[in-house]
């Protein structure tokens, strides 16, 4: 789940430059065997805010309908996050806190628009999104190890367009 806002200027009819600014929400996904013998003791999403930039294709097949492409790489910063890791009786076996740092992360997309009106234009589209997850789980006891892992969210869905020209 998430927000996006987007923008591109088109210098010709079918190449454009432009950028996003998204804020996502995912579900706390952490590398399989991390942390054995406890489970997450509650479930807790991570919240990220990403910027980024790149180059846009459009081709008209008609008056009224066109497809493209897109394809954008920038930086993404996930919220602070803590979870504690608990056993079958509820003792704390470790936390589990998420970096804060900026990451590189990259996108690419697809869609078909429908001119509706003349600035007004629905799109149906397709994004691949690239993001990284780096946490360090501090068990209660021993050392404290770093973890890091990239997420692959797929978007589908629909857009409603303000086209300016």
């Given at each position: 789940m998430g927000f996006n806002v987007e923008g591109a200027w088109f210098w010709s009819e079918h190449l454009g430059a432009g950028g996003e600014f998204t804020v996502g929400r995912y579900a706390d996904l952490l590398e399989k065997g991390a942390i054995e013998g406890g489970t997450v003791?509650?479930?807790k999403?991570?919240?990220s805010l990403s910027l980024k930039a790149g180059l846009y294709y459009n081709h008209p097949i008609s008056e009224r309908w066109a497809?493209?492409?897109k394809?954008?790489?920038g930086v993404a910063r996930n919220h602070y996050l803590k979870n504690s890791v608990v056993d079958a009786t509820g003792a704390v076996l470790?936390?589990?806190e998420h970096d804060t740092t900026e990451h590189f992360t990259a996108s690419a997309g697809a869609w078909v628009r429908f001119i509706a009106a003349d600035n007004l234009g629905v799109r149906?589209?397709?994004e691949y999104n690239w993001l990284r997850n780096d946490y360090t789980i501090t068990p209660t006891v021993g050392a404290a190890t770093h973890h890091g892992h990239y997420?692959?969210?797929l978007s589908l869905g629909i857009a409603v367009d303000a086209m300016l020209w």
């Open positions: 003791e509650e479930a999403p991570l919240n497809v493209g492409a394809t954008l790489v470790a936390t589990i149906l589209f397709a997420r692959h969210p």
